[in-house]
């Protein structure tokens, strides 16, 4: 959720009340309906369950017990979720970019499985053939998560990688007398930082916000841990769900702008969430 | 245009480089021999041989699809031959990776790397080489005042401008004092005014460094230029390597002779054992059976040798006169600033180009009868086109 009010945010509001007059100005007022319009679908519910949760829920919610561990094991699910899809999707999607471009059009179908089918349907699944070892570990969610997270990480990466010239730059390099690995370090990755960053904020909006597969595998993350804490204290789950809302939007934020910051000084595009805008080049 | 006389073979030892910045000293030979690779079907390279000496500038031309990119990428080891092999200093580099065959290489699009100074891309390769900081900074600064950037050491790729970034890039290949220099159409993406001072700055540089050099590019004006010898590629073949201006006054073949430079083709008539009747007028013939010139080339082994023929002359090799009742009519009128090009119309639809003294031209406005005449000087032929 908050990734998409966050992206809803930056999509609309800037750079658009500019000079030029009439055209421009008409339009931008029918961007400022809208946004008026999306804000407040967004904000209602916030200031509803603001009214509902109260002070009081604000101030017990963080010594009611399972909010702490909850909240710890989302995080480490989102760690190492972040982690395992970074080492499976920036070495594949830089390969497919150099290697086999006729491929990525496969890989896009590919990587897009994990939205068609239902959460519940692949946990369930998984949970079938799983070995009791794993399916009693915290970590197979991660697991989980990586496939679930799949669309997104490659969609950033992708989108990234084809705003840089990789078979210019790794030859360039190479040619300099750079090995894979010096390349892929020095060269494509802090190139694609502001790809790796939008793969980030989806991946740990989408661990931190997951409740189905959490909920079906038995793990008490944070949503899971909120929706039973309901049942005996609603006040206090609000209350642990709008600090949740917060917590991440203010991570989000935060992750956004040292990236565009970063990505300015080097002449790289602002950081959205699904597209990186395209190096711009200066002619001659 | 035309060949420049005192830029062919003269690369090596013109200047002995300072010691900071100097290239291998004299300059490394590179051999090709016998390069053979395909793309399924179609073979980018077909045999190719070439041999380049210490210190020369060789250049690679023609039309694209040539295969003289794949020929540059197998040298730089992007790329392997099917067969054939690479001689480096008279070692086979063929086994070798790229990233150890020390070779500088500067690409057709901008290759900068966008998250690096300009300077921390000149000292790239000294990094790579585990060079101490403060001497790659020291040497990189250097390079940089080589190619006229000092100023911009700091400054991001995005904050040059194209010919900036290609000078930053060549800075950067010579920075590991390569054995080769690869150059790639350095010079395409950038616009006439730069690429003209850019060519003569490369070409400055590489001759006082004494790097031996392969610079690909179909642009034949590049290439005349900047060369000590041209090599002019067709369908993964050498058609011809020569300095430049044995390639203009005396190509090998009549793709040669047109690719370089503009050619007219006229309907001619061989006569006998070595001569032509073209224009009402004969003239001898350089090639086969020709006594056109000495030690010349033969113009294709296979060319013709009897019957009709068309006949090539340059533009510069006709003469054009305003005559009533002439031979042709002209039929348009190019100012190129000293000459200016007339189009004339010839009986038998053939038109031609012939450049005269923009003074001269005066005289003949389009719609004008001229004649149009051919020196007795020896011409070069080839089998009748369509």
């Not at chain 1, 998984?126 to 991660?142: E, F, I, N, T, Y």
């Not at chain 1, 793969?199 to 039973?228: C, H, N, R, Y």
């Not at chain 2, 031309?61 to 040539?66: E, I, R, V, Y």
């Not at chain 2, 998250?115 to 990189?140: C, E, I, P, W, Y």
């Amino acid at each position: 959720m908050a990734t998409l009010t966050s992206a809803a945010g930056q999509a609309i509001s800037p750079d658009n009340s500019k000079k030029r007059r009439r055209p421009r100005e008409r339009s931008s007022a029918w961007r400022w309906a809208i946004l008026l319009v999306a804000g407040v679908y967004f904000l209602v519910p916030l200031y509803a369950a603001l009214r509902f949760a109260g002070l009081s829920g604000f101030k017990d919610v963080f010594t009611t017990p399972g909010f702490g561990s909850s909240l710890w094991l989302s995080i480490r699910l989102a760690a190492v979720t972040w982690i395992v899809s970074m080492l499976l999707m920036i070495p594949t999607t830089v390969y497919v970019h150099l290697r086999m471009p006729g491929l990525r059009r496969l890989l896009e179908g590919v990587t897009i499985l994990p939205i068609v089918i239902p959460p519940v349907v692949l946990i369930i699944g998984v949970l079938q053939v799983m070995p009791l070892a794993l399916r009693a570990s915290v970590w197979l969610l991660a697991l989980e998560y990586v496939v679930l997270a799949m669309p997104f990480a490659y969609r950033a990466l992708d989108a990234g990688l084809r705003a840089i010239d990789v078979k210019t730059l790794t030859e360039a390099a190479g040619s300099l007398g750079a090995g894979w690995l010096s390349t892929m370090w020095r060269v494509i990755l802090p190139n694609m930082r502001t790809a790796v960053i939008s793969a980030t904020i989806l991946i740990v909006a989408l661990v931190l916000g997951e409740f189905t597969m959490a909920s079906l595998d038995l793990k008490q993350t944070f949503p899971v841990w909120i929706v039973l804490f309901d049942q005996e204290n609603a006040q206090i789950s609000v209350a642990a769900s709008i600090f949740a809302l917060f917590v991440t939007w203010v991570f989000l934020m935060l992750i956004t702008v040292i990236a565009t910051r970063q990505s300015r000084r080097t002449g790289g595009g602002e950081v959205t969430l699904f597209t990186v805008a395209p190096q711009q080049t200066i002619g001659n | 245009m035309t060949a420049n006389a005192n830029e062919t073979g003269t690369a090596a030892g013109v200047y002995a480089p300072p010691a900071a910045a100097s290239g291998s000293g004299e300059g490394t030979p590179v051999s090709l021999r016998n390069l053979t690779r395909a793309f399924g079907a179609t073979k980018a390279l077909d045999g190719m041989s070439l041999d380049i000496a210490p210190g020369e500038l060789i250049a690679l031309l023609g039309p694209s699809g040539c295969g003289k990119t794949t020929a540059l990428r197998i040298v730089a080891g992007f790329e392997y031959a099917d067969s054939g092999e690479v001689l480096v200093n008279g070692k086979d580099v063929s086994e070798v990776p790229a990233s150890k065959r020390d070779m500088g290489m500067v690409f057709q699009s901008y290759s900068l790397f966008p998250n690096m100074s300009a300077l921390d891309n000149v000292g790239f390769g000294l990094r790579m080489r585990k060079t101490a900081a403060a001497q790659r900074r020291r040497k990189a600064a250097e390079l940089l005042e080589m190619v006229g950037l000092s100023a911009q050491a700091g400054q991001y790729p995005h904050q040059l401008s194209g010919g900036q970034q290609q000078r930053v890039a060549l800075a950067r290949a010579l920075a590991i004092e390569p054995h080769v220099l690869l150059l790639d159409e350095p010079l395409s993406a950038l616009d006439a005014k730069v690429r003209l001072q850019l060519r003569e700055q490369i070409r400055t540089l590489q001759q006082r460094l004494g790097t031996t050099t392969i610079f690909v590019t179909h642009d034949q004006e590049e290439a005349l230029s900047m060369a000590d010898r041209v090599g002019v590629m067709r369908d993964g073949r050498l058609e011809q390597v020569a300095d430049p201006s044995e390639l203009y006054s005396r190509p090998a073949t009549a793709f040669v002779a047109e690719f370089v430079g503009t050619m007219n083709r006229l309907p001619g008539e061989l006569a006998g054992p070595g001569t032509v009747t073209v224009l009402g007028s004969s003239c001898a013939v350089i090639g086969p059976g020709g006594n056109g010139g000495a030690g010349s080339p033969p113009i294709e082994d296979s060319g013709p040798t009897s019957g009709p023929v068309d006949v090539l002359v340059r533009p510069e090799g006709l003469t054009v006169a305003p005559a009533s009742g002439g031979n042709g009519i002209v039929s348009g009128r190019t100012f190129l600033g000293a000459v200016t090009r007339l189009a004339v119309l010839l009986s038998g639809d053939t038109e031609v180009r012939v450049d005269v003294p923009s003074a001269t031209a005066l005289a003949m406005a389009p719609g004008t009868s001229v004649q149009v005449g051919l020196p007795p000087a020896p011409v070069l032929v080839a089998s009748r086109e369509k």
